[in-house]
């Protein structure tokens, strides 16, 4: 049983531990030793440790005093319906004698973790069954253990967590990326609405091949208002939004990076929101939704609203982090971070033409809080859209099914 057991335990973390990662996992309930091995951790593992300890909250408080504001706490806990079943085990001798005098509820945990001065980010139950039967544990712990209903009666929670610390008195410079593609009625608006935050704020726009003289406009306006607005503009090297992002990305030279889009639905006016979200330290990617307040006329179709509400579904369920809008092309995260995320894309692949689930995947995998913020989406005044309602719609079904066998289904 142990060693199946911490095998599947393993693979779990491993989808969270990025390579050349500095890791401690604390296998012992004496919590003073924890400045023994060692400090700025990119990863806490607390296995189990939660039973065994006197007092969780202290236990908690001492991996606060070694953690960075970057370092992710993965906490493993059995769900106190297996009390019984593994004191069975523990009398036929199925696994070593554990000194499990704590069971506490995920209600416990949140708790304990206010308390301690962190945070959840997100949670999985995980193993219906911890011994190895051939093809039946594989099968029943991948495919089945995950789904609703039948994780109620998984035997182990996963928390990740993060540490929060007071606020930075800072005020972080930011870049505002704009891919454009036959907007050039959209262009001088953006310029002129767009707003000054933190210590310095550049526009980068990035064009995508238009037809209605989008670059020409961009290069005229860009000259009406030098001096006003820090501005980059480049011409797209290969295709779709998620491309255009990441060159503009690549260009950015501030702090907190922004991803607005060229048509305007999301007001310019609403990113100091965004700003003030991720400043202070309200989530670690901030995401737009357009799904809370009531909308402008058509400015979304009948089955785009549909599409939107299942994509929002599927991803609350894969990441364990509550979703109502995944496909708002207003996102928010620090550079730092970003460049985290980017090094690490390999693990998902090249695979997100739009560019909205390659950040979200990469800021889960990271385990980043992910916060949503509630805009009012407006209607188009130029123009048409660049989606292709089905054919993208395909695209984003296939991008979940493989999202699912690499997250949830592992």
Known sequence: MKRYFYQLLQQYYSFYIL???????LDVADTSLLPILGSNPDYIILNGNIHSVTDVQLLLENVHAVSLKTTRVIISYYSSLWKPLLGLADRLGLRKKQAEINWVSPSDI????????FELVSSSQRILIPIYIPILSNFINRWLAPLPFFRWFAMVNIAIVKPVYELDSKSPSVSVVVAARNEAGNIESLFARLPKMGSETELIIIEGGSSDGTWDEIQ??????????????AKQKGKGKGDAVRMGFSLATKEILMILDADLTVAPEDLPKFYH?????????????RLVYPMEG????????IGNKFFAMAFSFLLGQGFKDT??????????????????RKFFGDFDPFGDFDLIFGASRLGLKIIELPIRYKDRTYGETNISRWKHGLILLRMVIFAARRIKFI
């Open 277 to 289: 979200a991720i400043v202070q330290g309200k989530g670690d990617f901030i995401n737009g939704s």
């Open 298 to 305: 058509q400015a979304m179709r009948f089955f785009n609203m």
């Open 327 to 344: 496909l708002c092309g207003t996102k928010v995260l620090t550079r730092e971070r970003y460049e985290k995320l980017a090094a690490n």
């Open 110 to 117: 949140k708790n304990f973790l206010r308390l301690s001065n």
């Open 220 to 233: 005229k306006v860009k000259n009406k208002y030098a001096g006003q607005v820090e501005c980059i503009v």
């Open 19 to 25: 390579p050349d990662s500095k890791v401690i996992t």
